[in-house]
């Protein structure tokens, strides 16, 4: 499964124009590369999604093509979910 569609079925986030733009600004990795949104998702692969402050660690347990509300929950499990104190304004929150 794409990686943009993954992200919007799972409700990581919520829209897939979001998760493209994310992973068109190297705000998402897979496995600890930089992933497309074209980019292959599959059970057990982590994922880093830098979202402003947040970095949140998830691992993929399952893919489908859709998935309801109380489904989406079970496509991932969170690692960790970080909030990074803003020092300042100009400082890079991600490596």
Do not use: W
Not at 26 to 52: A, M, Q, T, W
């Amino acid at each position: 499964m794409r990686l943009d569609k993954f992200l919007k079925v799972s409700r990581l986030v919520k829209r897939r124009e979001v998760a493209k733009e994310l992973c068109d600004d190297g705000d998402v990795l897979i496995n600890g590369k930089v992933g497309k949104p074209s980019s292959e998702v599959v059970p057990g692969d982590k994922l880093v999604l830098y979202l402003g402050r947040h970095t949140v660690t998830a691992e993929v347990l399952e893919t489908r093509p859709f998935a309801n509300k109380d489904q989406a929950g079970e496509l991932y499990r969170i690692l960790s979910d970080e909030v990074k104190e803003r020092t300042d304004e100009n400082v890079q929150l991600h490596p």
